[in-house]
């Protein structure tokens, strides 16, 4: 971990597993809207769920790229998921689709929240995120 980025850990809290409670940075901000699992040309190449979670996250590292970002820049991340039962029973597929995109950056403050609805009839998962470069 760079001293731009510090994970917040309160004394006595248990280790959260895959994100961080809170994170700290100094550099210039940058946000990326919320991605879903269709390709460059908005178009859905399947309506798996960990296929689009993929999807979604290298979309994010498309967008985080042309700010001259990267994975272990991201501060936050929210997850809106049409069901929650889907992410939790397919955890594994998930995380595996998570470092094989991402990597290993887990030093994130992560919320994940079932909603009704998306605006795409076919997305299933939506993430956006918050990046952080150092100067």
């Not at 985080?64 to 029973?89: C, F, N, S």
Request: overall charge negative; some cysteine; glycine content about 8%.
């Amino acid at each position: 971990m760079n001293d731009d980025k510090q994970i917040l850990q309160p004394e006595g809290w248990a280790m959260p597993r895959g994100y961080a409670n809170g994170v700290a940075a100094t550099g210039r901000q940058v946000f990326v809207a919320g991605q879903i699992g269709w390709n460059a040309q908005c178009e859905f190449e399947s309506d798996d769920f960990v296929a689009q979670v993929r999807q979604a996250l290298a979309n994010i590292k498309a967008v985080l790229a042309e700010a001259g970002a990267a994975p272990e820049h991201i501060v936050r991340m929210t997850w809106y998921l049409l069901d929650k039962r889907e992410y939790v029973q397919r955890g594994r597929e998930v995380g595996a689709a998570y470092r094989e995109v991402l990597g290993r950056e887990f030093g994130i403050a992560m919320t994940a929240v079932q909603v009704a609805g998306l605006i795409e009839d076919r997305a299933k998962v939506e993430i956006e995120v918050t990046a952080v470069v150092p100067h």
